[in-house]
C-alpha cells in the first residue's frame, strides 16, 4: 500500500517504511500547552521523557507510569535541545546564557561550554554525545536574533558552526565552519557518520534545507560533508536515527522517515510543525515527537538507539 493510510496519519512512500509500521498502532497526543516544544530526551531509569518549552523558558517532564506532565526546572535558560548522557544526567543547551550545560544527579549545574577560543558562543541547539564521552553541539545565531526564545544580541563569533567537546580536556574545538544555521545531529549507529542539519533557510533567501553526512574520523575531526537529502517540507530540525541507520527527522508536516542514503521512505504526519524527536520506552520502540503546541508518541516496528 502506497499513499497515505486512511485513518492513521501514515504516508508511505516506499515499501521499506510499510515494515516500520505497526497495523493498529496510532499516534497519540500525550499532552498540549506549549509555545515550541523543542529537545526530547528519554530517562530509562526514571521511566519519564524531559523537553524543553523554550518561549516559556522551562523544562517539563512526562511520566509513563501515570502519563503526568509536571515542570522538570523554571526557569530553564530558555533550553532547547537536551540529551542524556552514559550517566544518565541532562545535557542541555541554554540559549539565554549561550552554553551547553550539564546537570548532575544532585541538581547541580556544570557548564560544559560557554566559550571557544576566548569568545562567547552564539546559542547552542542541540547535543549529541558520543560512544567515548565527547559532546557534539551545533550553535547557529536562533537564540540571540530576538527576545522570544532568549535574548537579542550580537554574535562575537560572527558565524555559526558545529562544535566538540573533549572528554578528556573539556577543551571545546570547531568541527564544521560551513554551515549556514546548523541545527539537529545524530550520529550514526556504528558512530562512522555525523549527520548534520543545516536550516539556513529560515533567515536566508534561497538558504538550505537539507541534511548533510559526515565521516567521523579518529582524531575528533569531520570528513565530507555531502548533502544526502533535501527536505520537501519545511525544515529538518532535529531527527534520530534507529538501530537499521533510518533518520527519522522533523519536518513542516510532521516526520520524515529517510533511508541512510537520504532517501524518503515514508512520513509521520502531524497537524503542527514538528521540532525534534527521540526514541523511549524501554525498547525504546516508541517515538516521542515534539510538534509546535504539543507532546506526541506512536508505537513503531523499529528501535531507536541508546
Known amino acids: 500500500m502506497f499513499g497515505v493510510i486512511e485513518g492513521t496519519g ?16 496510532r499516534v497519540e497526543r500525550l499532552w498540549s500547552g506549549s509555545r515550541w516544544a523543542e529537545g526530547p530526551a528519554w530517562f530509562a ?17 512526562w511520566d509513563e507510569t501515570d502519563g503526568s506532565v509536571s515542570v522538570f526546572r523554571d526557569p530553564s535558560n530558555n533550553a532547547n535541545g537536551n540529551t542524556v548522557d ?39 541547539n542541540d547535543v549529541v554525545i ?51 544555521k546548523p541545527n539537529g545531529l545524530a550520529f550514526s549507529t ?14 536566508q533567501a534561497d538558504g538550505p534545507a537539507h541534511i548533510r553526512k559526515h565521516s567521523v574520523n579518529e582524531d575528533g575531526t569531520l570528513g565530507g ?14 531527527f534520530r536515527v534507529d538501530r537499521d541507520d533510518r533518520i527519522w527527522t522533523s519536518a513542516a508536516d510532521g516526520v520524515h522517515c529517510l533511508s541512510a542514503s537520504g532517501e524518503l521512505l515514508g512520513k509521520i504526519l502531524i497537524p503542527e510543525f514538528v521540532a525534534n524527536v527521540c526514541f523511549g520506552g ?25
Open 190 to 203: 556504528d558512530e562512522s557518520a555525523l549527520y548534520i542539519a543545516d536550516t539556513g533557510g529560515t533567515h
Open 45 to 61: 531509569a526514571g521511566r519519564y521523557l524531559v523537553w524543553s518549552d523554550i518561549p516559556n523558558n522551562r523544562l517539563l517532564r
Open 130 to 180: 558520543k560512544s567515548d564521552g565527547s559532546i557534539w553541539f551545533t550553535d547557529p545565531s536562533y537564540g540571540i536574533m530576538m527576545d522570544y526564545e532568549g535574548a537579542r544580541a550580537e554574535s562575537d563569533i560572527g558565524a555559526c558552526h558545529v562544535y566538540r567537546i573533549d572528554p578528556g580536556s573539556g577543551s571545546v574545538t570547531r568541527v564544521a565552519d560551513d554551515y549556514v
Open 86 to 124: 552514559r550517566q544518565g544526567r541532562l545535557v542541555s543547551c541554554e540559549h539565554l546564557t549561550r552554553r551547553v550545560t550539564r546537570t548532575e544527579h544532585d541538581g547541580s549545574i556544570t557548564v560544559l561550554a560557554d566559550r571557544v577560543d576566548g569568545k562567547q558562543l552564539n546559542s547552542p
Open 10 to 25: 501514515f504516508e508511505v512512500i516506499e515499501p521499506d517504511f510499510a515494515e516500520c509500521l505497526i497495523g493498529h498502532a
Open 282 to 306: 524501554p525498547k525504546l520502540n516508541r517515538l516521542f515527537i515534539c510538534g509546535t503546541t504539543s507532546l506526541y508518541s506512536v508505537y513503531l516496528n523499529v528501535n531507536g538507539v541508546l
Open 225 to 238: 560533508g555531502a548533502v544526502i537529502a533535501e527536505c520537501s517540507n519545511g525544515f529538518f530540525d532535529g
